[in-house]
Every structure is written in C-alpha cells, then in structure tokens.
C-alpha cells in the first residue's frame, strides 16, 4: 500500500467514526446532523481514494476516482452548510443552502457524466490520475469560492463571539484550513505538476483537530464519549488491521492468522486498559473535584453560625473547584442590597461590595432557581463569561447567592460539574437555615439564661441589702451614742464653734447612714415575692420608696427627672405590685429616650401626680420626650397587648406594658398613652381611685 | 488665696471636700448643679476644679462642664470623680483635657491625693485641651 492510500484509510476511518458519534449524540442539533454530512463527506472522498490508490487498472482507478470526486464536491457543500450551523445562521440563509446544494447537485451530475475528467493516467509512480476538463476548471473556481466563502462565515463568527465558543470556532477554523491545504495539495497533480500530494494525511490532522476541540473544548459536548469510542475504534483497527496488512504485504496467511489469534486476545485486555487509563486521566481531575465538592457540601449544615457558614463556603469552594475568583453575597436588609461577606481571588479581581436588587443579575438569578451560567444573562459587565452563580432561596425569596469566575485552567464547566453545583447549592440553603434556626435558639437560650440571673440576683439583693443595712444600722447607732452622751461630757474641752463642728459632722455621718439603710430597705421592697394582699397605701410612701430606687437610673442616664407630687392622697391596692407597674413605665420612658442625645435632646422625664376635681381620681402621668409612638392608626391603642412592642424585643427583660394593665385594672384604674407621633415623646397616664380614710398603720416599707 | 471649686450633686460631698480645703487655707466655693458650677467660674476663676460626672437636675453634666471650662481657661486644674463604668464619658474628658480621673468611692490614699492636688497643684501647659 502506498502512503497515499494509507492516507485515504486513514482519513476514511477517522472521519467516519467521528462523524457517527457526534451525530449519536444530538441528532436533532442541526450543528451535530450537518457535521455529520461533512465528515461522511470526507469518508466517502477517502473511501474512493484509498481504493482509487490501490487500482491495477485505469479503468478501477475511473471508478473510484469518480466516487472521490463526488466526495470533494459534497464536502464543500457540506462544509459551508456545517459552517453556517455552527454560526447560527442557517435558519437565515436556506436559500442559500438550497442554491449550494443545488450547485453540488449540477456538478456531481457532471462528474458522473464523466464530463469534469478525462481518461487516467499513470503519473509519477503515484497512481492513475486524470485529465481534467474545462468544465473541472470551472468547478475549480467554484472550489475555491466555496472554501473562501465558509472561511469567511467562520471568521465572522470568531468576531462575534467570546469566551469558549470563541475558542471553539478558533479550533474549527484552523482545523478546517489545515483539511483544505491538505485535500488542495492534490489539485496539482490534476494538471500535471509533480507535486505529490502527501499532504492529504492533513485531512486527519483536521479530523484529530476537531476531535481535541470537542476533548478539550466541549464542541457540542461529547467529551469522554469520543475517547471511549475512540479507544475502542483505535484498539480495533490496530488488532484487525495489523494482521490484514501484514497478510496483505507478505502474502503469508498463516503469519497473519496467527497475528490476528495473538491480537484478539490482548486486544479487549489493552482496550481496557487504555479505557481505563483514559477514564482516569480525563476525567481524574474532574472526578477528585467532583467528589472532594460533594463531601464538602455535606459538612456545611453541621455549622451553626452565619458569618462561619459564609467564611466557610467561599474558602471550600474556591479551594476545590479552583475558580478565578469566588464571592458570596447575602441580602442585607437594612442596605437594602445584596453585600459582598466574603471573596477570595487570585489576582485581587474586584467584585462590588454590593449588588441592588433590581440588577439585571439579580433578576436573572431569582428567575433561574438553579445554578445559572451568567453567559446567559445579557450585559453583565465585570463578571466576565464562564463564570456561574447559584443562588440561594429561602421563602422562595433570593437569600443570597456564590459567584464562581472561569476556572483556573480555562476549562469550562460542563454538565456534571454543573450537577454538583446543584447538590451544593441544596446544601448551603439547608446550612443557612439551620443558621438562622441556631441564632433563634441562641436569642431564646439568652433570654432564658437572663431570667435565670435576675432571680439569682432577686435572692442575692435582697439577703445583700439585709447585710448592707446591718452596719449602716450599726454606724448610726454609735455615732448617735457618740454624740448624744460621750461628747456631751468632753463639751467643755472645745471652743463652742469646734463643739458645733464636730457635733455637725457628727450628725452627717447619722444622715448618710440612714440614708443607707433607707435604700436597702427600698431595695427590699421591690424584690420581696408578695402576698398580693391590698391594703390602704399612702402614696407618698409608695413613690418615696419608687423615687429611692429609680433615682440612680435617671442620675447615671444623665436624664433631667422632674416631680410634681400632690401630698396625702391615699390609694387601696398593693404595694409592690404598683411600685412594678410605676417602675416600668419609668423604665420604658428612660429606654425611650435613650438615643436622644444623638438626636441633639436632651433626655428629659417628667413624673406628675394630682387630684381630679370632684376628689374621687387621682392620676399619675410618666412622660417623655423620647422617640415617641407612631401615630399609625390602631398603633397606640394596641400596645398594651402582649407580644407588641416598639422597639426590638430583646431590649429588656421587664413585665410589658400588657401586664402593666392588668395591674392597673386590679387597682380599678385605667392606663392609656398619648403621643404626638414619633420623635414627639409618650405620655403614659394612670387613673386610679382614691381613698378618702387614713392609710393602714402597718406600713409595708421601712 | 488659692480659690478651689468643688461641683457635685451631693451636698454632704461638697461639704465634706469643703471642709479638707479649707483646712489646707484654700478659698472654696461649691455648686449642686452644673449651671451654677458654671456662674461661680465665671465669677471667682479658681485655680483647681473638682467635678462630679453625673450632675441629676442639672442641664448639662460634668462633661460639658468640663468642655465649657476648658474653652475659658486652659491653666485651671480639672479634676474629675465618676463611677467606673463610664467609658464613653471618660474618654470624652481625656479628648478635653481632664488632669486627673478618680472613681467612687475613693479608697483614703486617692482622696488624700486629690485634695493635695486641688490644693497645690499647678497645671502643666500640656498639649491637650
């Protein structure tokens, strides 16, 4: 067999095998039908030049010369269809199409007619090769035409596109031109030239081309296919084609029967082999990726905390899957906005810190509900192609979402890593909802903890405060004796105006003592579990013992607290329960004005108590100059409700304005608020009854 | 006479600061409320002041006071006496150039020491406030 008809088995088996399994796998892909007519093109051209090649006679060589002939004309043909598919222009241009395959149709026509060649001839040792006509001059010309035309629809379809489709038409094209050179090296010869045309083998360059651009590449997506196909292919031709050949050179049947027995039983074991060597070496590093994502997406929602699932996440992926860059975005409520939380990158690649939520990226991405290959998504500037995002959903809303640039190694994503995008996209939703059910329990466990210390200390204040008042007892005791008897005895040792000192800072050191064991007592009061009995209270008592307590709170809020107290007014109700309900207000006032010093206030609370005219009711009015209550209708009427509140709920521990009423109510009063609105202060009003009596004698404080 | 004003919302303090003073021949004026406090520096310009953080039932606390001195007269001595928990606020009057920072209740060796200071102490020329 000469080189030349080795070229043409060669380029037969290849294109033909190449040419089936990217039909087999999408035979509705106009892209995929029309490659294959091509490379069936190509097979029936090789088909007819190997046995052309291997003619004895002139008249053989007429033959299968006319069936290669009818190869070329249905490769360009073919070819510029294909390209046309590859661009996506086919739809516009079927008329052009129809008139190409009618010009084919013409010129086969011809060749079969025997009009485009003449008798052949022996040329130059390199088989029978023909004379050609006028009419094969004019076929040239639209040859050549043909080629320049599907080359320029190719270059134009580089220029429009980017990222791997771009590389895509890049290999197709070079591949293609290098078919050409090869299959045009024959045309010399046609005239006579003695130019032999070796470089027909580049017709299987073009094949292997193509056949790397869809390995590497992704060409209509058919990776480990190819190779297995082509393993098995290669394995094949190889354990029959090596006894044939061996037989067809030296005519020994037993030498190639005995080749062929040999082969046939290495051969599936070689095959498999390389199958499997193949397997691992393609897809290896897609695999280990693969798996090492899949183990650690299943890690994610054992964490519990959302600033480590976010830290977490963005260092796994970009660890694993090896992108260019790596970024995750969570919505933030008071931005309004989607932030960045974390990103890691190679080449400090800036992604914005934040993303509105009607970017076109975002819309995209609350549309897609899956992992979403921003290539898709028109005009996004910065991302660059290749790259993915998957978004994650909560409440069918769009919680957040991973960026994932092109990968490191320029290859693209393709659909099983795009699967396990899946799985861990799956994974972060259920990680970030157990977050948030964590930070829950941690809110509810704190709280928890917070009553649990307030009884603590309800215990430990008040067995405190008795110790307190022991020694505050004790001074006042031995300073009273010290200045009521002992001192008396020395008063003539001392001038009268040191005397009066000293009995000054005598009775000082009484005052403050008591003033000690007033507060204990006070302290003592508040925290003392009641019986709830009701007696005859004078108010005075009540809001002096009130007064003592929240004094410190006002003085260290830097809070100007005013009083305007009617005197002797007399209420029937419990002590400690009202003493709670005044506190709280207080309380809830001094909260209210909190921020006001930020708002250029000063922080005022001012505490009224009078009489009704009639002499029946009495009120006691807590007002403030805080943040107020809105004035949203139904708002103010409601918020002696349990669970409404103004401000967060994790704010203090105290009753609530709810029980607050009850309170109030058990006394037979009432309890309303007023406020101008927000940023106006509140205005908390008491109405009870009064008590026209004397107070009990048995006063429950001091 | 060295003239010392002492600000601070509890009278037996005042009185009982007074009385150390005055014991050391300084002049002292004392004050409730930082209002007052305010109108006495005005009038009398006393070398040393002693100020209470936390002035109840007056307009403004120690630390405005503080500010209001400060931008009168940077050679006065300002000493002032807080509970500890006070971050915000201290660091507000180091920004103003307070001399000395004492936290209630003072053990006896501090309260000797800031008596010795109001009493004696000249301010250096430092280069805050």
């Given at each position: 067999m000469s080189f030349l008809a080795f070229s043409g088995l060669i380029n037969f088996i290849f294109s033909l095998f190449i040419g089936i399994v990217i039909f087999q796998r999408n035979p509705s892909d106009v892209r995929n039908r029309s490659y294959f007519y091509t490379a069936l093109s190509v097979a029936l051209y090789s088909f007819g030049y190997f046995f052309w090649q291997i003619s004895i006679s002139s008249a053989q060589a007429a033959l299968w010369f006319k069936i290669l002939t009818t190869g070329i004309i249905l490769i360009n043909v073919t070819f510029v269809h294909f390209v046309f598919a590859f661009v996506d222009v086919a739809q516009r241009n079927q008329r052009k199409i129809f008139f190409l395959y009618l010009t084919g149709l013409i010129f086969i026509f011809l060749n079969i007619s025997s009009l485009l060649f003449g008798n052949l001839e022996p040329r130059h040792n390199l088989g029978f090769w023909p004379t050609p006509t006028l009419f094969f001059n004019a076929y040239l010309i639209v040859w050549f035409g043909q080629c320049f035309y599907g080359f320029s629809w190719l270059l134009r379809g580089i220029k429009t596109s980017a990222g791997s489709q771009r590389e895509q038409r890049k290999y197709l094209t070079l591949g293609a031109v290098v078919g050409f050179i090869g299959g045009a090296t024959n045309w010399p010869m046609w005239y006579g030239i003695n130019f032999p045309p070796y470089f027909n083998i580049l017709i299987s360059v073009y094949i292997a081309i193509v056949a790397y651009a869809i390995i590497k590449y992704h060409l209509m997506g058919i990776r480990l296919a190819v190779t297995k196909v082509g393993i098995f292919f290669v394995v094949f031709a190889l354990t029959l084609g090596i006894p044939f050949w061996v037989g067809y050179q030296t005519r020994s049947w037993l030498l190639s029967t005995s080749l062929a027995i040999l082969l046939a039983i290495c051969g599936p074991v070689i095959h498999r082999r390389f199958q499997r060597k193949a397997e691992e070496a393609l897809q290896k590093e897609q695999f280990t990726m693969r798996r090492a994502l899949r183990e650690f997406a299943e890690t994610l929602p054992h964490l519990k905390d959302t600033a480590k699932l976010v830290n977490e996440l963005c260092e796994g992926a970009y660890e694993i899957i090896q992108p260019k860059f790596c970024g995750v975005y969570l919505f933030d409520y008071d931005k309004d906005a989607y932030v960045l939380k974390q990103f890691l990158s190679e080449d400090e690649h800036p992604l914005p810190d934040k993303i509105a939520k009607d970017s076109a990226l975002v819309i995209a991405a609350a549309?897609?509900?899956?992992?979403?290959?921003?290539?898709?998504?028109?005009?996004?500037?910065?991302?660059?192609?290749?790259?993915?995002?998957?978004?994650?959903?909560?409440?069918?809303?769009?919680?957040?979402?991973?960026?994932?640039?092109?990968?490191?190694?320029?290859?693209?994503?393709?659909?099983?890593?795009?699967?396990?995008?899946?799985?861990?996209?799956?994974?972060?939703?259920?990680?970030?909802?157990?977050?948030?059910?964590?930070?829950?329990?941690?809110?509810?466990?704190s709280r928890e903890e917070q009553i649990k210390r307030h009884q603590t200390m309800d215990h430990f204040s008040s067995s405190m405060a008795h110790e307190i008042d022991n020694p505050a007892t004790g001074i006042r005791g031995v300073v009273s004796l010290i200045r009521d008897n002992i001192a008396e005895k020395y008063k003539d040792k001392f001038s009268p105006e040191d005397y009066a000192e000293m009995v000054d800072w005598m009775d000082t050191v009484v005052h403050n003592a008591k003033r000690i064991s007033d507060l204990?007592?006070?302290?003592?009061?508040?925290?003392?579990?009641?019986?709830?009995?009701?007696?005859?209270?004078?108010?005075?008592?009540?809001?002096?013992?009130?007064?003592?307590?929240?004094?410190?709170?006002?003085?260290?809020?830097?809070?100007?607290?005013?009083?305007?107290?009617?005197?002797?007014?007399?209420?029937?109700?419990?002590?400690?329960?009202?003493?709670?309900?005044?506190?709280?207000?207080?309380?809830?006032?001094?909260?209210?004005?909190?921020?006001?010093?930020?708002?250029?206030?000063?922080?005022?609370?001012?505490?009224?108590?009078?009489?009704?005219?009639?002499?029946?009711?009495?009120?006691?009015?807590?007002?403030?100059?805080?943040?107020?209550?809105?004035?949203?209708?139904?708002?103010?009427?409601?918020?002696?409700?349990?669970?409404?509140?103004?401000?967060?709920?994790?704010?203090?521990?105290?009753?609530?304005?709810?029980?607050?009423?009850?309170?109030?109510?058990?006394?037979?009063?009432?309890?309303?608020?007023?406020?101008?609105?927000?940023?106006?202060?509140?205005?908390?009003?008491?109405?009870?009854?009064?008590?026209?009596g004397p107070a009990d004698p048995v006063k429950t404080s001091r | 006479m060295r003239k010392v004003l002492i600000v601070d919302d509890e009278p037996d303090i005042c009185k009982f600061l007074k009385a150390m003073l005055e014991r050391k021949r300084c002049q002292v004026f004392t004050a409730l409320k930082a209002e007052e406090a305010w109108e006495t520096f005005q009038k009398e310009r006393p070398q040393a002041v002693a100020i209470d953080i936390h002035l109840s039932y007056s307009d403004y606390n120690g630390v405005e006071l503080l500010k209001r001195i400060r931008t009168m007269e940077k050679t006065t001595l300002c000493l002032m006496f807080t509970r500890d928990d006070d971050d915000s606020t201290l660091t507000e009057a180091k920004k103003w150039g307070v001399d000395g920072i004492y936290?209630?209740?003072?053990?006896?060796?501090?309260?000797?020491?800031?008596?010795?200071?109001?009493?004696t102490d000249q301010r250096k020329e430092a280069s805050n406030g």
């Open positions: 549309l897609q509900s899956e992992s979403l290959a921003l290539d898709k998504v028109p005009n996004i500037i910065g991302f660059g192609k290749e790259s993915y995002l998957l978004p994650f959903f909560r409440d069918e809303m769009l919680n957040g979402f991973l960026l994932l640039g092109p990968k490191e190694t320029s290859d693209v994503y393709d659909a099983s890593d795009v699967d396990i995008f899946e799985i861990l996209r799956a994974q972060c939703v259920l990680a970030f909802e157990n977050c948030l059910f964590w930070q829950d329990e941690k809110i509810r466990l204990v007592a006070a302290v003592r009061a508040f925290s003392k579990q009641d019986t709830g009995e009701f007696h005859h209270l004078s108010l005075d008592a009540v809001l002096n013992s009130l007064l003592l307590i929240m004094g410190p709170q006002f003085k260290h809020n830097d809070v100007y607290f005013s009083t305007e107290i009617e005197k002797d007014i007399v209420v029937y109700g419990n002590q400690i329960y009202l003493e709670e309900a005044l506190v709280n207000l207080m309380e809830n006032s001094l909260h209210a004005v909190r921020d006001n010093v930020g708002k250029g206030r000063k922080k005022e609370i001012a505490f009224k108590v009078y009489r009704l005219t009639g002499g029946d009711l009495f009120r006691m009015e807590i007002s403030d100059n805080g943040y107020g209550i809105t004035k949203d209708p139904g708002f103010i009427e409601n918020i002696f409700v349990d669970y409404v509140t103004t401000k967060a709920s994790t704010e203090g521990s105290g009753m609530g304005l709810s029980r607050v009423r009850k309170v109030i109510q058990m006394h037979k009063g009432k309890i309303w608020a007023e406020s101008e609105g927000k940023e106006t202060g509140a205005r908390f009003i008491v109405e009870l009854p009064s008590y026209h | 936290i209630k209740p003072p053990s006896e060796e501090a309260l000797k020491e800031m008596v010795d200071r109001l009493a």
